[in-house]
């Protein structure tokens, strides 16, 4: 399958979805419309799921800044974390191949996965802060993954980590050289492909609920914050005005 902004091959039980949207893969609307479709339609016949970008640069900047006003943001946030519940839903390891930048809704994408492999000069960041934003599902799941002091420095500073300290953090699972990231992300699946399927998915599953985290519900809670209260702040609006007119923003403050 072939889109315009969207590459997706089979290897074996293994489904490879790869960011095409040159120079940095920041994901539009219709971006993560053409991944949620992809998924519906791999999912169901793929063990593994594995993502990556396109490109030098890095795995994904993150979603269009230009989504983010208010005119767009219903629809762009419908479309974003409509994404991430067909991840969650979707009965399959899912594996995330790094490289470069990784910002913003792609960090927020490549560390959702179950594993997360990266090159050694990988950066991750949620920048969203500087815009008077947050990042919602950072907001959901980075205190699971890391606990909620270190998520709280990575959201509330907005700064960018390498892989080394994602790796420290828990936001990364693997560490290889930059040039090894695909090779090492195939040997994980060959990894894991030699184990039952049955029983990846239903560890998969058992070990969330053991948690008792419930990402579409909380997830649910933040959309609405988002929406209803944050998109609705004067600094929210300034802040995505400002970055579309390359000038420093003016906060209103409360």
């Not at 933040?222 to 970055?243: N, V």
Request: glycine share 8%; hydrophobic share 50%; aromatic share 8%.
């Amino acid at each position: 399958m072939t889109t315009s902004m969207l590459r997706v091959r089979t290897e074996g039980r293994a489904s490879w979805l790869t960011l095409d949207r040159p120079p940095l893969n920041v994901l539009n609307i219709a971006l993560m419309r053409e991944l949620s479709a992809a998924l519906a339609d791999a999912a169901p016949k793929s063990d593994f799921l594995v993502f990556e970008g396109a490109g030098a640069r890095g795995f994904s900047a993150g979603a269009e800044v230009g989504d983010h006003a208010p005119e767009h943001i219903a629809e762009m946030l419908g479309a974003f974390n409509g994404l991430f519940r067909e991840l969650w839903r979707a009965d399959c390891i899912t594996i995330s191949a790094v490289h470069g930048v990784c910002l913003g809704g792609g960090c927020e994408l490549a560390t959702f996965c179950d594993f997360v492999v990266a090159g050694q000069s990988a950066k991750f960041g949620q920048p969203e802060i500087k815009l008077a934003c947050f990042p919602p599902v950072a907001m959901a799941v980075f205190a699971q993954l890391m606990g909620p002091r270190a998520a709280l420095d990575l959201i509330l500073t907005g700064r960018t980590i390498s892989a080394a300290e994602a790796r420290e953090l828990g936001l990364v699972t693997r560490v290889v050289p930059d040039a090894d990231v695909q090779k090492a992300a195939q040997e994980l699946v060959a990894e894991l492909a030699a184990l039952s399927p049955a029983a990846l998915r239903m560890t998969r599953r058992e070990l969330w609920r053991a948690t008792g985290f419930d990402f579409e519900k909380t997830l649910d809670v933040i959309e609405r914050a988002y929406l209803d209260r944050l998109a609705k702040l004067p600094d929210y609006a300034e802040g995505i005005q400002a970055f579309l007119q390359k000038r420093a923003p003016v906060w209103r403050g409360r």
